[in-house]
Structure formats: structure tokens, C-alpha cells
């Protein structure tokens, strides 16, 4: 099949996506760059072949009724793909997303220590949020492997649609797969609790139902892991709050303060070498700060507390300091990332750390 062949290239050519176009060639993402490979340019009756061999019935379904569709596929012994199929001046398009088989340990992510104590949270609600493509789902896989291997918990995921793939360790783990298992996050999450679980991860909070039922599981003791497409903390918890009526947010604001236990925020970073990518990682935690500002919904003053540090907390701007006092990022990529360019220009021209501290929550 075609298909096998580009796949091949992508994951050769070390590639993290894959796009199939009418009348453009095969593009593959590496290193956060397109380049098109050196192939003829596509025709849709091609891309349609190609869907019509690797999609499960359902996902055509999915994609005459809504005009785009998720679904999982595996190439076997090499890579797992996340895929989604899309109509463009009504022809098909696929986008790949290659998922890795083996899931990577925090090492090999060069994800701060503090993530590994978050993933062992006995309870609450627990955010990681960025853009598409900011290593949001392989930070959380490698939170689950990790307590999996640590815990004897009974673990229940509901993806859509399911990415990494879990096998038993010291844990046991359920893995639903939204129009395969279940029809919708909030349905699953429901019932979810009646299935004994002490970990459940949510693919997305996409609405005040399911934000509604994931706070009621971190309130009744359970942790709960979940993604926003949100750029940083603040941003989430401002988020979170405006997904619900006026006169729900007071007791919203309670309950997040209660069982917000912590957002990690991610954004990729170039290395010097142009060729790998490394996390940017802003990290909130619930602390006694943290839990009055959110209260108050005072959210503005977020910045101040997550820059004290308190419990391993920093601001994407000061991770960023650190990349670039390693050397392992350059200057410009480091201003291109930063949420306070100015501040991170200041610091590269010698400014104190703690000037450059106040200047970043400004």
C-alpha cells in the first residue's frame, strides 16, 4: 500500500506528522518545519482509497455526518498513528500524527522533576494545556505509565481516540475510545465512577457538562487527568470559569480552588542543533496562595505566585531562562517562546534574576 511507504518515510525521517492532500505532495513535519517529500502530488480518488482501507466503519460515518473524523491507526511492530480526516473545498485530507509504541519515561521527555510528583497526586484535578502538537498527550501517557508502575491503581482512560496504548503493570487499566466504547467524554466519565476507579484520565474538557463531572470525581477522591488548548495557567483557570452561567461561577470558584491540584502548560521549544525539540513547561500547583487567588478569581495575580516557586512552580519565562543558560535552546528561540520577550532580552543582557523575576508577571 502507498501508505506504508510514506508512513515508512515519516517515521525514517524521524517526522512527528504526516499530510495527505489533493494536489499537493505528501508533507512530513520534522522538527516542527514542513517539508514535502518527492512524491507525485496526490489525487483525492487516492486519499479516499487510502481512508477507505485504514478507517473503522464508524469513522466514515463520522466523517459524511460532521465533514471531519478521529480515529487510530496501527502500523504494526513500527508506530501507532493518530488521524484526522477532514474536508477541504470538498476534497479529503488526512493528517497523521505519529504516536510512538513504546511510551517515553519523563527522562527521555526532559520534563521537570516536579511533574513526577503531580502524576503521583492521590486526588483532584490535574490540567495539562497547549496548543495542538505541544506533547500534551505523550506527557500525559508517560504521567499513567508512570503511577502504573508505581501503584496499584485501577486506571481508566476515554480518548478520542485512544493514542498510547497501556499494557497492565502494578495497575489496572481501561482504556475507552469515544464512538468505539462509549459516545461521548461525559457519558463515560459518569459512568466511569461506578467502575472503581482511583485514576481517570478525560482526553479534552470541552464543556461545563464534562468540567461539571470531572470536578465531582476530584471532589469525591478520585485524581483526575485532562486537557485544555490553553497557553498557561492563568489562561486555564480564566477558561475553566467562563465555561459556566454567571451565577454558577461562585461555587465554581470554591470548587476549583478545593480540587485544582495542579496545570502544567507545554510549548516546544527548537534545539540549537535545529533538529529536536525539547518542553517548555509552566507548571501551577495548589498551594495555600494559589488556592486564595482562585477563590477570589483574582487570576492576574496567578503570575506572581507561580513565579515564587513554591513546590517546584515556574513560569514558561523562567523555564525558558534556564534552556537558555544550559545552551541548549538559542536566544532567538527562546524570545520566539517567551510570554515576556522584553524580560527575557533584559535577562540575556545581564539583569538580575530577581529584576527579571518582577518583570516577567508584570
Known amino acids: 500500500m502507498e501508505l506504508v511507504r510514506l508512513l515508512g518515510a515519516l517515521i525514517s525521517l524521524g517526522g512527528s506528522d504526516l499530510h495527505l492532500q489533493a494536489g499537493a505532495p505528501p508533507m512530513v513535519r520534522i522538527g516542527g518545519d514542513l517539508k514535502a517529500l518527492d512524491v507525485p502530488p496526490l489525487q483525492d480518488s487516492e486519499i479516499r482509497e487510502i481512508m477507505r482501507q485504514i478507517s473503522p466503519g464508524d469513522a466514515q460515518i463520522r466523517l459524511e455526518k460532521d465533514r471531519s473524523a478521529d480515529f487510530a491507526f496501527e502500523m504494526v511492530g513500527a508506530s501507532r498513528f493518530r488521524i484526522n480526516a477532514f474536508y477541504e ?204 487567588i482562585i477563590a477570589e478569581q483574582d487570576t492576574s495575580l496567578l503570575p506572581q505566585a507561580i513565579a515564587n516557586g513554591d513546590g517546584g512552580m515556574q513560569l514558561f519565562d523562567q523555564h525558558l531562562t534556564k534552556l537558555h543558560k544550559s545552551e541548549a535552546i538559542s536566544g532567538t528561540e527562546a524570545l520566539r517562546l517567551a510570554t515576556n520577550p522584553e524580560a527575557l532580552a533584559m535577562m540575556m543582557r545581564g539583569l538580575s534574576t530577581k529584576d527579571l523575576q518582577t518583570s516577567m508577571v508584570r
Not at 506533547?135 to 482512560?157: C, E
Not at 497501556?166 to 466519565?189: C, I, M
Request: aromatic share 4%; proline share 6%.
Open 89 to 292: 473545498r470538498q476534497h479529503l485530507a488526512l493528517a497523521f500524527r505519529r504516536i510512538p509504541l513504546t511510551i517515553p519515561a519523563f527522562a527521555d521527555l526532559h520534563l521537570p522533576p516536579v511533574i513526577e510528583e503531580i502524576a503521583m497526586s492521590p486526588r483532584g484535578l490535574v490540567l495539562v494545556t497547549g496548543t495542538t502538537g505541544s506533547g500534551k498527550s505523550t506527557t500525559l501517557a508517560a504521567m499513567i505509565d508512570y503511577v502504573n508502575t508505581k501503584r496499584h491503581d485501577r486506571i481508566i482512560t476515554i480518548e478520542d481516540p485512544i493514542e498510547f496504548q497501556h499494557t497492565n503493570k502494578k495497575s489496572l487499566v481501561a482504556q475507552r475510545e469515544l464512538g468505539q466504547d462509549t459516545p461521548s467524554f461525559n457519558d463515560s466519565l459518569r459512568v466511569a465512577l461506578r467502575q472503581d476507579p482511583d485514576l481517570i484520565l478525560v482526553g479534552e474538557l470541552r464543556d461545563a457538562v464534562t468540567m461539571r463531572t470531572a470536578l465531582q470525581a476530584a471532589d469525591t477522591g478520585h485524581i483526575v487527568y485532562s486537557t485544555m488548548h490553553t497557553t498557561n495557567a492563568s489562561q486555564t483557570v480564566q477558561r475553566m470559569i467562563a465555561l459556566f452561567p454567571p451565577d454558577e461561577r461562585d461555587l465554581l470558584k470554591m470548587q476549583l480552588a478545593a480540587n485544582l491540584e495542579a496545570v502544567i502548560s507545554q510549548r516546544l521549544a527548537k534545539t540549537r542543533n535545529g533538529k529536536d525539540r525539547l518542553p517548555v513547561v509552566e507548571v501551577m500547583r495548589s498551594s495555600p496562595v494559589v488556592r486564595k
